[in-house]
Each structure stands twice: as structure tokens, then as C-alpha cells.
Nanobody, 122 residues
Framework: QVQLVESGGGLVQAGGSLRLSCAAS????????MGWFRQAPGKEREFVAA???????YYADSVKGRFTISRDSAKNTVYLQMNSLKPEDTAVYYC????????????????WGQGTQVTVSS
């Protein structure tokens, strides 16, 4: 059974940093694209960042220059380093794996985690 488990969320002041982790189990994703999405209260889920197996990275305009996605294939884990956090970054952050359409980095993805809450206070 494939599982994606996010961790590292929490409460942080504006300007602070957090590092999210997503540990995958049940199969290896070293050959797959993995990504991060977020959903704020009352809003639709939105793309944040993704990383292809070859190392190419993609970011939403709203997080470029502040967030960095990385992965450790040996640990089957993907990370999201979030710096210079803003109150508008407050959301539940979801990890996703195994992009089913190679031409659209925003999805759809086959596997999803349960999410981790990130709250940024002003």
C-alpha cells in the first residue's frame, strides 16, 4: 500500500522558515515527479512546487525565490524548504507523487498525502 506522510508543519511568524518533509512508502518514486500543493480555507487547492526525477524544478509564481523543493531518492522523501513566509502562505500543504501526464506539471497526480497545516502569523 502506497503512503505519503507529510511532516514539519506548524505555526511560525511572518518572515520565518519551515521545512516540510514527505516520506513515501509502499513503492519507490525515484523515477517519478513529486510535488507540493496547498489549500487555504475557502480556496481551491493550488500548485506550489514540483520536481521531476531528472532534477528539474517548477514553482508557482507566488513562492518563487522563497520556497525550494528537493528530494532524497535514497530515503524516498521530498522536501519543501519555505523561507520568508507570509500570512498568505497559511494553508494545508499536501505532498503528491507520480504525475500521470508528463506535459502538465500541475497534475493530475496519482498519490496524495493527508496534508500538514502551516500557519503564518502576522
Amino acid at each position: 500500500q502506497v503512503q505519503l506522510v507529510e511532516s514539519g508543519g506548524g505555526l511560525v511568524q511572518a518572515g520565518g522558515s519551515l521545512r516540510l518533509s514527505c516520506a513515501a512508502s509502499g513503492r519507490t518514486f525515484s523515477s517519478d515527479t513529486m510535488g507540493w500543493f496547498r489549500q487555504a480555507p475557502g480556496k481551491e487547492r493550488e500548485f506550489v512546487a514540483a520536481m521531476r526525477s531528472g532534477g528539474s524544478t517548477y514553482y508557482a509564481d507566488s513562492v518563487k525565490g522563497r520556497f525550494t523543493i528537493s528530494r532524497d531518492s535514497a530515503k524516498n522523501t521530498v522536501y519543501l524548504q519555505m523561507n520568508s513566509l507570509k500570512p498568505e502562505d497559511t494553508a494545508v500543504y499536501y505532498c503528491a507523487a507520480d504525475l500521470t501526464t508528463a506535459w502538465n506539471i500541475r497534475g493530475p497526480y496519482k498519490y496524495w498525502g493527508q496534508g500538514t497545516q502551516v500557519t503564518v502569523s502576522s
